[in-house]
């Protein structure tokens, strides 16, 4: 039997962002009470969540994100304000999300869903996209987590520089009950000879 392994594509966080987020970290920990927090090491934003795939298509995954990145040029993002899904009384999650939602982006997670369904049968999922880094999980406290605290919080994190340049694209294996729990198998990235030949074109 082929060895099947849990594996995703994500945008990946630079270690300056990721700084940054680590020394909000204890304040945000003490004043939310949720269960688990993500080890820094694995912060990301997700693409495409694969989940249990043989080893065998690994290669095609790798063409399928180079086939997409050829098809996208680098742009930036920026993080902002912590948020929650759930409901106040009981969050499923916490995160940081971005300033504004950019298109090459929308047009990065479409191209790459493309692109694993022809090289894997790989079909995306059909509810709207909605990134973001998460930062832990399971919120156990009486209080709510609300909306204001959660801007309260957030904000001595938007003092700081939070944009941040995307390069390529990561392939992760999930590695459950490890710390970091995210392998990265493989990377494709863009092409900078191109992106630098569009910044320097005159503007038509």
């Known amino acids: ?3 099947n392994i849990r594996i995703f594509t ?14 909000h970290l204890p304040d945000w920990q003490n004043r939310l009470s ?4 993500v080890d820094p090491r694995d912060l990301h934003i997700t693409l495409h969540f694969i989940g249990d795939t043989p080893v065998s298509s690994i290669p095609a995954i790798q063409a399928a994100m180079r086939e997409a990145v050829s098809r996208s040029l680098s742009f930036s993002l920026e993080l902002s304000k912590l948020g929650s899904f759930g409901r106040e009384e009981r969050p499923s999650v916490l ?6 939602l950019p298109d090459e982006l929308l047009r990065l997670h479409q191209a790459l869903g493309q692109s ?24 156990s406290a009486t209080e709510p987590c609300s909306a204001g605290k959660l801007e309260e919080l957030s904000s001595p994190f938007l003092q700081y520089q939070t944009a941040f340049d995307i390069t390529g694209i990561t392939l992760y294996r999930t590695r459950l009950g490890e710390r970091p729990m995210y392998e990265p198998l493989a990377v494709a990235q863009f092409d900078k000879r191109k992106a630098d030949s569009r910044q320097g074109s005159p503007l038509e």
């Open 1 to 3: 039997m082929a060895e």
């Open 10 to 23: 994500a945008i990946s966080i630079p270690a300056n962002i990721t700084g940054q987020i680590v020394s």
């Open 34 to 37: 949720f269960q688990k927090w």
């Open 95 to 100: 995160w940081l999300g971005l300033k504004r």
């Open 116 to 139: 694993l369904h022809s090289g894997i049968g790989y079909t995306p999922e059909t509810r709207p996209y909605r990134p973001h880094v998460t930062l832990a999980r399971k919120y």
